[in-house]
């Protein structure tokens, strides 16, 4: 139950467009189209804002994409504004029945 | 509203027990999975564990398998974590969290945290 490997940090200024990703392995991310992406202000619980690799739940901007290829998932914000400044995680189901996150991006707008 | 609401953190001591709530309202509670997340101060998110919605599944992280156990009351719309054998690095905010049936979480609770020191 290794976690999925995120950036550390990411930054991008107000307009702009900013790529996260999230790398895992065969057993998780290359096997299945159920990565979610979670948007976590300081100090707040965890939002969910995709799932099903690239869908939306319902109240989610669409300037919040996702896409994946092979074992690799990624999330695009584009038109990026102030209050996107947060933290970010993916989240894969694997084999063996288990679920597990990324270790999170902290997402600076300048 | 639709809401989630933890209970039952606090200060422990390493090999201690504690056992956590999380009531739903606004909410079909059986309707689809409930999960335990969890996050060590300064930390990032963690899976623990999750129950099927009919209550018949369960599944742990490696990391707490056979010392946690997850337990849902639907008629009482609760879900429960029975914490047992705590060690130092079990010291987190611990989040419930809904399923949306398709391997995501859906809806959060705002937390509970757990300290286990000496």
């Known amino acids: 139950q290794s976690a999925l490997t995120q950036p550390a940090s990411v930054s991008g200024s107000p307009g702009q467009s900013i790529t996260i990703s999230c790398t895992g392995t065969?057993?998780?991310?290359?096997?299945?189209?159920?990565v979610s992406w979670y948007q976590q202000p300081p100090g707040k619980a965890p939002k969910l804002m995709i799932y099903e690799v690239s869908k939306w739940p319902s109240g989610v901007s669409n300037r919040f994409s996702g896409s994946k290829s092979g074992n690799t998932a990624s999330l695009t914000i584009s038109g990026l504004q102030a209050e996107d400044e947060a933290d970010y995680y993916c989240f894969s189901y694997a084999r063996s029945t288990t679920w597990v996150f990324g270790g999170g991006t902290k997402l600076t707008v300048l | 509203e639709v809401q989630l609401l933890e209970s039952g953190g606090g200060l422990v001591q390493p090999g201690g027990s504690l056992r956590l709530s999380c009531a739903a309202s606004g909410l079909t509670f059986g309707s689809s999975a409930m999960n335990w997340v969890r996050q060590a101060p300064g930390k990032g998110l963690e899976w623990v564990s999750l129950i099927s919605g009919d209550g018949g599944r369960t599944y742990y992280a490696d990391s707490v398998k056979g010392r946690f156990t997850i337990s849902s009351d639907n008629a009482k719309n609760t879900l429960y974590l029975q914490m047992n054998s705590l060690r130092a690095e079990d010291t987190a905010v611990y989040y419930c969290a809904k399923g949306n049936g398709r391997h995501a979480l859906h809806i959060w609770g705002q937390g509970t945290m757990v300290t286990v020191s000496a």
């Open positions: 065969s057993s998780d991310i290359g096997s299945y189209n159920l």
